[in-house]
């Protein structure tokens, strides 16, 4: 299988994933943990997958989006954005608006 493969497999298989810099209970930038803190305060479930294990993956998943950063949040199948975009619609009640469209189980509180 191709990364390309293995990574639209991800994103297909997995509500809500973030490719990020370490892991989610370890994240290894700013940026990463910035997304990992945000979608941890709004109580979405989701898969967070280390592109730092692999040079492969790291360009592949920039490749993939056409985005040229990491992290990168993917919302049942859809490219959602980076860090300040999702940064921006956490702000704006528009990421757990879009969540919620999407189906994708949140804390209501949120």
């Given at each position: 299988?191709?990364?390309?493969?293995?990574?639209?497999?991800?994103?297909?298989?997995?509500?809500?994933?973030?490719?990020?810099k370490g892991t989610p209970a370890f994240p290894q930038c700013g940026f990463s943990g910035q997304v990992v803190q945000i979608l941890d305060y709004v109580g979405a479930t989701y898969k967070g997958i280390?592109?730092?294990?692999?040079?492969?993956?790291?360009?592949?998943?920039?490749?993939?989006?056409?985005?040229?950063t990491i992290p990168q949040l993917y919302v049942k199948g859809e490219f959602v954005g980076g860090c300040?975009?999702?940064?921006?619609?956490?702000?704006?009640?528009?990421?757990?608006s879009h969540l919620a469209e999407k189906g994708v189980e949140t804390r209501q509180s949120a």
């Open positions: 299988m191709s990364i390309k493969d293995w990574i639209k497999s991800e994103v297909e298989n997995n509500d809500v994933v973030l490719f990020m280390n592109v730092l294990e692999d040079d492969e993956l790291r360009q592949g998943i920039k490749e993939f989006s056409d985005w040229p300040d975009i999702i940064r921006e619609m956490f702000q704006n009640q528009e990421l757990q």
